[in-house]
Each structure stands twice: as structure tokens, then as C-alpha cells.
């Protein structure tokens, strides 16, 4: 926010504030407490006003001492469990509205607890508890507070059980009675944003007359009236005449803190109210409407307290809704939670007995018989969170000649013996039509992409994703797309590729007959052709009828491994640490609407294009396309594959327009994997086509291009943003810095706030620095920010906005230090240089910055050392290069406006050359108001280099690109950006194996 505006509301909070009497009359009826200051205060703080209001800017010293006289302004009376609670003020400008919420309070304030760690060692008092924060009933015996109080009460395990902790629902002041419950287990829990779910002991305590303060999902507005309602508590750090003023003697009782919302910051908002350690985990009231507009988690007195935006608890809570467990801990990926008692698991069994009640049945008995035959006496089941929602007997079975092996280990998944034994006749009739979808010249080495299944005489089903790929939209068909050496990628069917099986039952793909547009079905059609006498399989048959909720189904693909997956153990145990071949996958549908089908099935990348067939009627009733993280997997109908093939094969449009024609593919054979030359350095040096090539070549004096894909923007020469070190670094004084400006959040307008990301892992490593007055931990610069990291010497992220429609170009300047930070904090040339050491890789890219009056600072600010990353060189990357432009060019034709996250993902296995640990891998995240829907939109792409890192030497070859959820981006990087991942295209978690990137147009923008 600019100083203007941060002014202007301070002018508009002092307003309200002093609309009933001056801040001379507040401070002279607290005296007595601030003591001879009190003259001085007055002075200050009533000048402060008079500046503001006449549009001017006050001395620091008097927007303290004014933002102090409307900080006491905003009392926290204790709460009254007899009657309604009083307001001490009633001069303040809050007193009416008070007036309308405090009966309102007294219905609400029966459900809001304070939460003590009992039998506590440390212990603040005789009875052993110590109070720590503060919760309320969001759901039948379900309490919500602040994560940080859960770690606190947990001794930071993140872990409780009956007896650890309580909730204690009375703590008025001045009452002797008690209404404590006891906190049974942590049900979720939200580190990013600083919520979490715990589990009351309904038998303790009837909860059924408390009411429940689900948080409103309605966006809060600055200068909102509101109360914190909580049990603020003594702290011994701040014994100033404030808190005597507001609190007097009297802490760890309930009461009401009156204030307004007064700014935001990233996914929290910023409020005024007089809180303490304590408070956290308190619900907040909207005055005027007396909803919970949000949940208090930190702050300071007389300084910015930090809340959960309602809306943002509304989305937490509804992920939960279906189940009191979670497979993770959102927002922070690398812990997790283990629940340890038996209530827990009665009530996974619960909701385990309405989806499958055979297989509760079956796992209730089994678990049971372990605990009496095989643990010792008293000892209690212990049931981890991902075994309970991820597993929930859904097993992934190998496919052996044709059968699935009915191998099933797991406890809860015995029931599917039975099942699938009964449906063996049925599913051999389709496991042989289903194959994996092969490739071959793939600029990138990749040699299959999928699955798909054999629908009619010659022709395969499979995903559009995975047809786009290798193909595309050409003259009046499909053509397919250029690939290593500028010729053609060429595809087919293997229906085999089964474990212990080197044969294969393989056709190539004479043509792509139909690839649907991205606002149809995900959809492609392939032709395969009969060769060397091998006979096709007969094809399935697509049911007649729709599948009907709760039916059981299997889903019959080529399930990859992941390496972008949040909890590889979790996916390695479910997939038994086996992939790529064929494997059969039960599971039930758990919902349906008329263009979907969803099913809970186990499915990774790889499986896009899979068969989902009925185990009731031995149809085909599904086309498998994508899955959303641990909650459900995404399928085409039957009858809309159904329709589209008999639309293509009629030649009706749809909407993959345009029609096919016979000409359109081009008859290719896989047997056609020859063998090329390429001419590099003066050499010529055999290559064996699809695979992962790693050649030796040193300085490359040619490179091969490929023809352009149809209506693909020009792509960029890489010199143009990654320079070798060839010219001197100049210095620079802080002083040169002042005027920068840096990343604006709201640059995209309408409204709209896109915030800097926040570090939600090693935020300790964050470079902080002293300058003008303040103390960072954001380089700004001209129209783009830098965070740096400490131990690595290289940036987390670079933030900027770029303007498309007054771009300006500027010559290359030469590579600095940033003076604002230590040198040794920034990498000189260590492995920097000319091959085999590295470029500096700009993580904003040289032109990006260059608008504006001050074009030409954005330029040379570009060239900072901390905006770069060490990266193979030469860079060989045109999409990654291209993805801004293409961008400002394709999303968003009128404003040309886009922010651009970029940075390194930092893993701890990275290796290292030239005493410097080398970033294997890159992320970028593009934000833009879309040019149809005129709604924020978010995409994000990984770049991979870690094929051409050798043990010892460096190789020259193509990166690998992808676009990736942002979610996982978030998960790898530690990062959060924001609002940014509910509003990514492939937030459902699109499935392809590998999504790879070789030009612009295969990128997803909704």
C-alpha cells in the first residue's frame, strides 16, 4: 500500500474515531494512569488530527500518539453471564452499534471456550492448568481455535488425546462455576493460515444448546466494526499504562474487545481491537451484523493484530465437512497427524458404514481380532490419518496375462477378494483393451504419455491432454507435432506393458481423428492400424444407461509415479512402490452430475484416459481424466463419449471443430524409431530416438530448430534473458534505492489484490536488512521484488508486474551487487562463467520491468545477482522463455497486464558444483484477469534441468517444462501464494503422465 492511501485510512479511522470527543479528552480521563506524558500525548496526537484532516502528513511522533489516543478507544469489557455486557464508554463511537450486538453476545458467548493444558508440569497455578488461548463450537463437538494454541497445548507434537487438554466453556469474571469438556484428539489443522479443528468430548459436557459460529464466506471490508470475543491473559512483557487502562487486573476471563478492521496482509486481515496472548483462536463479530466475520490469531499491544478472514475459515471448514479426518496438514505438508484412540477410529467407522458398510463390516472385525491376538493388554490401535482416508480399502492390484492379481494386504481392503473374484469374467473382457499410449521422437526423451481404451473397431478413447501432447489443431484435421529433430512425433497402443512381461501387443496411431477444444469433455480419438498380422482386442462396450451413485467400479490404467506428489510414502504404500504398468484399481462412485462422474478409486498421473468400468453391469460407464488431492477423482460419462465418437464419425460439429478429414493425420509406425544425426560443434554423434539423450558436446556452434506450431507467438532467443558472465559486476549505494517501488499487489485493478507470496517453510532464512528507518526483508525495485535466503545465497522468489502494452527494450548492462544486503550473502562467480560452469539465469526476466517513466531502471535493477540462479547453459527452453509473452498476447487482449512469481525450488539433495549447491529445478506462477471470464486466473509451470547435471560435467539438451498445479508448487517451494491456487485451471489435480510443455498452446488457461 503507498502512503498515500495508508494516510487516507488513518485519516478516515481518526475521523470515526474523534466524531464524540477529542483525543485531549480521551487522554485527561486516563490522567491519572499515563501520568506527566500526558500534555506531551495530547499536543501530538491533536496535531496529528488537524494535519490529516487538512491532507498533510504528520510527524511520526504524532501518528504514534494519535494512533495511541484511538487505540484507547477501544476497550475489552468482561463479559456477563447474567445479563447483557455494558460498555464502560459511552462516548465511544462504537457505543451504538455495541448497543445492537451485546444481546446478540450473550446467546453467542456460551459457545466460545478458553482452552488450558491440564496436568501441566509447568503449571501457572495449583490446579495443574495453565491457559493458553481460545476456541468455539464451529460443528457438533467440534471446537475451532489457532494452530499455534495447538501446538502450545501439545508441547508442540501437533497431537493430543483425552486428558492432555480442556476447553472451559464459563471463565466469567467474578463467577466461581465451571463448564469444562475435554479435548479429544486434533482433527486438522492449518499451519499457513494458523486454524485448526479439535475434537470434544461431547459425554463431558452437553454442548447441544451452544450455538455453532460457523464463519460467514462474505470478503471483510476495511473499517468493518468488530468485536474479539476471547481470554486475553496476563503478559508480563507488557505492563504498559495501556494495559492497565483496558485490562486492569483481571486476565484469563471472557471478554469483548471492540475495534475496526484497519488493513490486509496477504491472507490475514489487520484489526485495532485490545488483545492479548490468549485471545488467539477467538471468533470475531461483525457489529452490525453480529456474524463471525473471522478468527483472531496474533497480535501485540498497541501494535497490528492479525486475523483469518471468514471467508478463508469457511473454505477450511468446508474441506472437512465429509470427514473429521484430513490426509495432511494443509499449508505446511511435512508434518503430520497420528490419532492414537479408539474414538477416533469409531468415528472414521462411521463414516466408513455409510459409503461401504461391507467393507466396515469387515475391517471393524479384523482390527479388532489384531487387538486381542496380537497386541499386548491395554495397548490401543493406533490409526494414522492416511491410512484412514487415503487407503479406505481402495487397493491397486497388478495386472498379470491379462488378470488382476487378487494380492490384497491391507486390512480394510480384504472385502475387495470377493468382490473382484466375483467380477473376473467381467473385467477379462476389458483389461486387454485397454493400453498405454506410447511415443516416440518426444523432444524431451518421453516415451509414453497415458492410457487408453479400444471403443470401437479401430478406434481409442484417451484424454485431450494427453492427445495434445503429440498432436494438434492443423488445416482441416489433427496433425501431430514436430518433435526432437524437427520431424514428426509419432504414437501408439501397447494394450500389454504388464510386471514380468518384456512382450508387448503394440499398433501405431495412423491418425488423430478428433481432439476436443478445452471447453468440451476431455476427450481425444486415435486410429490405430492392424500390423504384422497381430489381431486388434475387441473392443469394450460403453453402458447403455447412467452409473448410479454408490455403484461399485474399477478404473483399468498405467498409474505413474509422481515426484511432484505432497506425501510420496503415503503414494508409495498405496501403489506398493510399483508403476508404469498395468493395474487395476476398485473403488465405489461417490457423486455424478450430468458431465461427471466422480469416483474415489486410487489413480496418479499415468491413469489419464483409463477405463472405469462397472463391476455390476460390465460396462464401460467412464473415462478417467483427472483427480483432486485426497477428496475425489473427475471422469467423462459413457454417453458423452458415446455422443462425441458418433458426432466425429458422422461428421456433426462439436466442439473440437474443426472436423477431421482423411487427410488430416499421417500414417506414422513406431517401428519408424530410427536413428538421426545431429551436427554440433563440428561433429556428428548417433542419437537412438525416444530417449533420455545426455551427450557431451562442450560449446554448441549450431542448434537444430523446429518448424512453429500453428498461431504459436514468436518464441524469444535465449541469450535475450540468460547472460553468461562476461562483463565486471558494478556497485551500487543503498541510498541509489529509495525510490524504488517494487511489486504493487494491486497492479491487475478492478479491485483486485494479488499479494506478495509468504514463506511457509525455513522462514528463519530470511535475509532481513536496515533501510531508511526500517528494517525488511523484501529487496524492492523498479516494478519487481526479490526475497532472498540466507544459506543458499540465492533468492526464494522474484515478484513483478509487467505492463505488455508499453514495453520498452534497453541494452544489457552489466551485473551488480545489491548494496542493501552483505555481499557474502549474494553469489559472485563461484559457478559462474563459461561452460561446464553456468549462466546467470534471470528469474525476472531483463525486459519484464522495462516500463514506465522509469523503463530503463527496471532494466538495469533486472541485473542484480540476487535476481538470479545458476542454470545450464546454453539455456535451450523457448516455452519456459515465453510464457509471459504468450500470456500478455492469448489472456488478456485490453489491459496486457500480468504479475509473475519466479523462483528456484531449494531441496535438500540438490547437488553441488563449484563449492554451490545448483538448483535442479524452477518454478513460475503468471496471475491475470481473464480476457473472457474478467476473473482473476493463475497458472503455474515447473522447469526441470536436472537430466543434464552430470556427476561430474554439465551436457547440453533440451529442459523439461511442465504446467503443474499451483498447489503443489506451493507444497515444493514452501510458499503460499495467496488466493492464487483456487482460481488455477488445474486445481482439480489434471492427471497426465508427464504433462510436458513443448509449446505455448498446450498450456490450460481454464
Known amino acids: 500500500m503507498t502512503n498515500d492511501s495508508q494516510y487516507e485510512l488513518l485519516r478516515l479511522r481518526a475521523v470515526q474515531a ?11 480521563s486516563r490522567r491519572a494512569i499515563i501520568g506527566a506524558r500526558t500534555a506531551q500525548l495530547v499536543e501530538d496526537a491533536e496535531e496529528a488530527r488537524r494535519l490529516l484532516i487538512e491532507g498533510k502528513e504528520p510527524s511520526p511522533k504524532q501518528l504514534a500518539a494519535l494512533e495511541y489516543s484511538i487505540r484507547l478507544l477501544r476497550p475489552a469489557p468482561t463479559c456477563n453471564s447474567n445479563g447483557p455486557t455494558e460498555l464502560p464508554d459511552k462516548k465511544n463511537p462504537l457505543a451504538e452499534l455495541w448497543d445492537g450486538f451485546r444481546e446478540r453476545l450473550k446467546e453467542t458467548q456460551v459457545s466460545i471456550a478458553r482452552l488450558d493444558r491440564v496436568e501441566d508440569p509447568d503449571a501457572i497455578s495449583e490446579s495443574g492448568r495453565t491457559p493458553l488461548g481460545t476456541g468455539f463450537i464451529v460443528g457438533d463437538g467440534v471446537l475451532l481455535t489457532a494452530a499455534h494454541v495447538v501446538d502450545q497445548l501439545s508441547y508442540g507434537t501437533g497431537r493430543l488425546e483425552s486428558g492432555q487438554a480442556i476447553a472451559e466453556f464459563f471463565g466469567y469474571y467474578g463467577a466461581t462455576g465451571r463448564e469444562p469438556c475435554g479435548i479429544e484428539a486434533v482433527i486438522a489443522m492449518d499451519a499457513l493460515l494458523d486454524i485448526a479443528l479439535l475434537q470434544l468430548n461431547t459425554t463431558d459436557l452437553d454442548l447441544s444448546h451452544r450455538p455453532q459460529l460457523c464463519p460467514r464466506a462474505f470478503d471483510i471490508k476495511f473499517g468493518t466494526p468488530i468485536a474479539v470475543v476471547g481470554y486475553p491473559l496476563e503478559d508480563p512483557r507488557n505492563r504498559a499504562a495501556f494495559i492497565s487502562i ?3 487486573d483481571n486476565f484469563a476471563v471472557k471478554r469483548a474487545a471492540i475495534g475496526g478492521v484497519i488493513d490486509f496482509s496477504g491472507q490475514h486481515f489487520l484489526h485495532d ?8 483462536g477467538s471468533p470475531i463479530f461483525d457489529l452490525k451484523t453480529s ?24 473454505n477450511f471448514l468446508r474441506s472437512h465437512r465429509s470427514s473429521v479426518f484430513h490426509p495432511f496438514v494443509l499449508g505446511h505438508p511435512k508434518r503430520s497427524i497420528k490419532m492414537s484412540k479408539r474414538p477416533a477410529f469409531d468415528q472414521y467407522l462411521e463414516q466408513l458404514k455409510r459409503s461401504d458398510p461391507e467393507i466396515a463390516s469387515e475391517f471393524d472385525q479384523t482390527v479388532n481380532e489384531r487387538a486381542t491376538l496380537e497386541m499386548a493388554p491395554g495397548a490401543e490401535v493406533e490409526m494414522t490419518p492416511e491410512t484412514i482416508v487415503l487407503t479406505k480399502g481402495r487397493p491397486v492390484l497388478d495386472v498379470k496375462q491379462g488378470e488382476a492379481v487378487l494380492a490384497i ?5 480384504q472385502i475387495w477378494k470377493d468382490r473382484l473374484s466375483n467380477s473376473m469374467d467381467t473385467l477379462a473382457k476389458h483389461i486387454p483393451a485397454v493400453g498405454r499410449i506410447e511415443i516416440a521422437n518426444h523432444p524431451r526423451g518421453v516415451d509414453w504419455l497415458g492410457t487408453g481404451w479400444l471403443l470401437k473397431d479401430n478406434i481409442v478413447v484417451t484424454n485431450r491432454h494427453v492427445a495434445e501432447v503429440f498432436g494438434h489443431v492443423g488445416g482441416d484435421g489433427f496433425l501431430f507435432r514436430p518433435g526432437f529433430d524437427g520431424t514428426k512425433m509419432s504414437a501408439g497402443v501397447d494394450f500389454l506393458e504388464e510386471f514380468d512381461n518384456d512382450a508387448s501387443h503394440e499398433f501405431p496411431v495412423f491418425k488423430i481423428v478428433h481432439i476436443e477444444k478445452p471447453s468440451g469433455p476431455d476427450i481425444a480419438f486415435l486410429r490405430i492400424e492392424p500390423i504384422n498380422g497381430q489381431e486388434l482386442p475387441n473392443p469394450v462396450s460403453l453402458a447403455s444407461t447412467a452409473v448410479a451413485e454408490g455403484e461399485q467400479v474399477a478404473v483399468i490404467g498405467y498409474p505413474a509415479r509422481d515426484p511432484f506428489f505432497p506425501k510420496p510414502d503415503v503414494m508409495d504404500r498405496i501403489f506398493n512402490n510399483r508403476y508404469d504398468k498395468k493395474r487395476l484399481a476398485p473403488g465405489m462412485v461417490i457423486g455424478k452430475t450430468s458431465n461427471r462422474v466422480f469416483h474415489d478409486c486410487s489413480t496418479l498421473g499415468g491413469n489419464s484416459g483409463g477405463e472405469v468400468v462397472s463391476l455390476k453391469t460390465g460396462d464401460a460407464v467412464a473415462l478417467h481424466f483427472a483427480g483432486t488431492l485426497f477428496t475425489k477423482n473427475h471422469a467423462v460419462p459413457a454417453d458423452i463419449v458415446a455422443q462425441r465418437l458418433d458426432d466425429v464419425i458422422r461428421r456433426r460439429p462439436t466442439s473440437g471443430q474443426p472436423r477431421h478429414s482423411d487427410e488430416g493425420g499421417t500414417l506414422v509406425s513406431l517401428q519408424s524409431r530410427a536413428r538421426s544425426q545431429l551436427a554440433v560443434a563440428g561433429q556428428s554423434i548417433d542419437a537412438t530416438i525416444p530417449i533420455r539423450v545426455r551427450i557431451d558436446l562442450g560449446q554448441v556452434s549450431s542448434a537444430v530448430s523446429s518448424p512453429n506450431v500453428t498461431s504459436a507467438p514468436p518464441l524469444p532467443v535465449a541469450p535475450a534473458q540468460f547472460d553468461d558472465d562476461v562483463e565486471e559486476i558494478t556497485e551500487a549505494r543503498p541510498e541509489d534505492y529509495v525510490d524504488r517501488n517494487g511489486y504493487a499487489p494491486e497492479f491487475l485493478g478492478s479491485g483486485i489484490v494479488v499479494p506478495l507470496p509468504e514463506l511457509t517453510e525455513n522462514v528463519d532464512d530470511i535475509v532481513t536488512f536496515d533501510f531508511d528507518g526500517k528494517t525488511l526483508d523484501v529487496l524492492d525495485y523498479r516494478n519487481f521484488s526479490v526475497q532472498m535466503g540466507g544459506e543458499r545465497r540465492l533468492l526464494r522468489y522474484s515478484a513483478c508486474n509487467i505492463d505488455g502494452s508499453v514495453p520498452k527494450s534497453h541494452s544489457r548492462k552489466s551485473w551488480r551487487f545489491d548494496p542493501r544486503i552483505p555481499e557474502e550473502l549474494q553469489i559472485k562467480k563461484e559457478c559462474y562463467g563459461n561452460p561446464p560452469k553456468f549462466s546467470r539465469g534471470h528469474m525476472t526476466r531483463r525486459n519484464d520491468p522495462s516500463w514506465g517513466t522509469s523503463s530503463s531502471q527496471g532494466n538495469t535493477d533486472s ?14 527452453a523457448p516455452v519456459w522463455l515465453s510464457l509471459e509473452d504468450y500470456a500478455l498476447e492469448n489472456a488478456i487482449e485490453d489491459d496486457m497486464r500480468i504479475c509473475v512469481f519466479t523462483g528456484p525450488f531449494l531441496q535438500d539433495d540438490d547437488p553441488i558444483r563449484f563449492d554451490v549447491k545448483i538448483p535442479v529445478r524452477f518454478w513460475k506462477i503468471i496471475a491475470f484477469i481473464h480476457d473472457e471470464t474478467k476473473e482473476l486466473c493463475a497458472t503455474g509451470y515447473t522447469m526441470n534441468q536436472s537430466s543434464f547435471i552430470g556427476e561430474e560435467e554439465f551436457v547440453f539438451g533440451q529442459h523439461e517444462n511442465s504446467q503443474r498445479p499451483i498447489v503443489e508448487i506451493e507444497q515444493l517451494a514452501g510458499i503460499s501464494f495467496g488466493p492464487l491456487a483456487d482460481v488455477d485451471p488445474m486445481r482439480e489435480m489434471t492427471e497426465s503422465m508427464p504433462t510436458l510443455l513443448t509449446d505455448p498452446n498446450q498450456i490450460q488457461w481454464r
Open 409 to 413: 494386504d491391507e486390512i480394510e481392503s
Open 291 to 314: 456474524e463471525v466475520c473471522g478468527v483472531h490469531v496474533s497480535g501485540r499491544a498497541l501494535a497490528k493484530n492479525q486475523a483469518v478472514p471468514g471467508k478463508a475459515v469457511s
Open 863 to 876: 541485473m542484480h545477482v540476487t535476481n538470479a540462479a545458476p542454470q545450464i547453459q546454453p539455456f535451450n
Open 246 to 248: 483496558v485490562f486492569g
Open 273 to 280: 481491537c485490545s488483545t492479548l496472548g490468549g485471545n488467539s
Open 18 to 28: 474523534f466524531a464524540r470527543q477529542t483525543p485531549g479528552e480521551i487522554f485527561e
